[in-house]
């Protein structure tokens, strides 16, 4: 099956850094998804990105689909503490079916105060 | 708005047990689906559903079964529980599929099976 590997697994930062983090595929990607978890509840989309090289913005959250296909990263700016949580990426192959999502292991993000 | 609604919160079961967890939504969503969260592996899809009377699997099947008699209800149903489904499971749905439309989750049900 579709292979995702997200790096880092975790990371501690200060209020108001930058963070960036990224996700690899095994094969070719048609659409690529970031999703957040707050603590106790389901994931949430945050940025939906469909074509090779797209650059899309949400608030103090950039992310961008690599232009090989097989790589996205999302960066957040000027982190606050409501930034704490798992951020996922996600995605559809071109092996997949349309209705099958895969998603990656999760970047646990700590911000501290 | 309700969204999507899962219940039980938190389960605990002894091994061979069987049980139901279900999923309601009220967006009038045509597709569902049911994840699984385990530490360091991310949300592995379950199973899903495209529209009412019709279901697939996901990545991880075995041991779990669906049905979607209507469009607003799909339930997971655990027939004879192993330690091995010890998880969190979320129930997500969106309007026509994952890709054209946002998941939007459930607050997950915590199952511990002992």
């Known amino acids: 099956g579709q292979q995702l590997n997200q790096s880092p697994q975790s990371m501690f930062i200060q209020e108001g850094e930058d963070v960036s983090m990224n996700c690899t595929s095994s094969s070719i990607f048609n659409t690529w998804l970031w999703y957040k978890q707050d603590p106790g509840e389901g994931p949430v989309l945050l940025i939906a990105l469909y074509k090779a090289g797209e650059l899309t913005s949400n608030g103090r959250l950039t992310a961008q689909f690599g232009i090989t296909r097989k790589d996205s990263f999302l960066n957040i700016s000027a982190s606050i503490p409501s930034d704490v949580g798992i951020y996922f990426c996600a995605g559809q192959g071109r092996e997949t079916s349309g209705s099958r999502l895969t998603f990656g292991e999760g970047t646990q993000l700590t911000v501290n105060p | 708005n309700a969204g999507v609604t899962q219940t039980p919160k938190f389960q605990v079961l002894k091994t061979g047990q069987s049980m139901t967890l279900q999923c309601a939504q009220d967006?009038?969503?045509?597709?569902m689906s049911w994840y699984r969260q385990d530490p360091g592996m991310g949300l592995r899809l379950i199973h899903y559903s495209v529209g009412a009377g019709i279901t697939d699997q996901g990545e991880v099947p075995n041991g779990y079964n669906v049905s979607r008699s209507t469009t607003e209800d799909f339930p997971l149903r655990l027939l004879s529980a192993a330690p091995s489904q010890t998880s969190v499971y979320f129930c997500?749905?969106?309007?026509?599929?994952?890709?054209?439309?946002?998941?939007?989750f459930g607050n997950g049900t915590r199952l511990t099976v002992t």
């Open positions: 967006m009038n969503h045509e597709y």
């Open positions: 997500a749905s969106s309007r026509t599929g994952p890709f054209d439309s946002p998941l939007h």
